[in-house]
C-alpha cells in the first residue's frame, strides 16, 4: 500500500543536455497538525497546478502559480477558481516568441516577459494541453496523428496558437522582483552554495509582503522551480527524506549515466558521459558532507511547497486533451512540505514577485 504521508513524482530533464529519463521522488504530504502554529496566510490563494510531465516548463509554473496567487488576493471579488486559473500556456509561448531575449537573467527575470504584455488568458481559454505536433525547421508546429515525424504529448504546449483566439485577456498589473540569493557561479545545479540563513531569509520575505517566494534547487540532477508558499518551524520533517536520501539518489543516477557511457560508441560522447557521472557523485557527496557539518537533519521545521510535479490522486483529474481518453493526470495538491535542510543544501536561486 501507498502511504499517504508521501507522494511520488517525476521530474523530467530539462533539456537532452540535462538527460533522457525522469527521476522519481518522494515529497511528504501534510496531515491535519500540518499547518498547526504555521504561517498559513498565504494558503487560501493557492491554485492547483497541473503535472507539467516532460514539458521542462517549471519556471512558468511557478511564475504563474504566483501571478494566480496575487490575482486571486488582489480580486477577492471574483469567487470561480476557473476565472483565477491563469495559462501557463501562454506565459510559455511569450518565451518562445522571444520576449526573453533580452533579459539580464532569465532565470531570476522572466516575470519582465510577462510585464511587456500585461495580459494573460485564462487556462480555460487557453488551456495547458497534449496534443499533436512535429518537428519542421527545428520548430514545432501543429500535425495529424498520421504525419511522419507526429508526435503526441504535453510538449505541444510551447507552441503559440492563441492569435485566432477570441476570449478576453486578463489584465494584470505589472510586477518586480526581489532576490533573496542567486547563486555566484549564476548555476542552477550548484548545491550548498545558499547562505547559512537562508532559511530565514525566505521566512522574513514571505513575511514581508505576505506572499510567495521562488526557489530553483538541484532536483538530483535536473535544475528546478517551485513556490514556496509558507512554513511551519514545528511539524515534523520526517528526518528529511529529501536531502537525506538525496547523496543515494545522485550515485543512482551516476550509475545510470555509467551505463548510458558504457553503450556509447562515441569517444566524445562517453567521456562527456563519464564527466557528468562524476559530477553527480561529487554533488552527492557534497550534500552529504554539508548536512552532516550543519549538525544533520533538525527534525523540525518544514516549508510549504506548491510545486508540478507531483499529482495526487486525492486532486480532480485534469483533462489535457478533451477529444482523446486516457491522458489525463490528477492535479498536484496545493502543498507538499520540504524539510527547511532542502533550502540549506540544495537551494540555488530564491526571489520573490510582487505587483508594484
Known sequence: MNDPSFVIGAKYPNSISEGSRPVMTKA??????????????????????????????????????????????????????????????YFMNLSKEGLD??????????????????????????PYAKGWYKKAGGKRIPAREDEEGAKYGISYSWMSMYQDLTAPLVKLPEFEREIIFKDPSENRWNVTTAPKDIVTKIKNMIKKRNAPVIAIYNHVGYWHA???????????????????????????RADEINVEASE??????????????LKFRKRGTQVATSLATDGGCSGKGVFYVRDSIYPNESMPLYDYDPATDGEEEHLNAPVILR??????????????????
Open 28 to 89: 511528504m504530504t501534510p496531515d491535519e497538525n500540518s499547518f498547526k502554529g504555521g504561517y498559513n496566510k498565504l494558503l487560501k490563494h493557492i491554485m492547483p497546478a497541473p503535472d507539467q510531465e516532460d514539458a521542462g516548463s517549471c519556471l512558468f509554473m511557478s511564475h504563474t502559480g504566483t501571478v494566480e496567487w496575487w490575482y486571486s488576493k488582489l480580486n477577492k471579488r471574483i469567487r470561480n477558481t476557473e476565472k483565477k486559473n491563469l495559462s501557463e500556456r
Open 101 to 126: 531575449d533580452d533579459l539580464n537573467y532569465w532565470p531570476t527575470d522572466m516575470i519582465y516577459a510577462l510585464n511587456k504584455r500585461g495580459e494573460i488568458y485564462l487556462n480555460s481559454d487557453y
Open 226 to 252: 517551485t513556490m514556496i508558499v509558507g512554513f511551519n518551524d514545528n511539524t515534523d520533517s520526517k528526518n528529511c527524506p529529501f536531502v537525506s536520501k538525496y547523496d543515494k539518489l545522485m550515485n543512482k
Open 264 to 277: 556509447e560508441e562515441d569517444p566524445k560522447k562517453k567521456k562527456k558521459l563519464l564527466r557528468k557521472a
Open 339 to 356: 524539510e527547511y535542510e532542502w533550502a540549506e543544501q540544495l537551494l540555488n536561486h530564491a526571489y520573490q514577485i510582487y505587483p508594484l
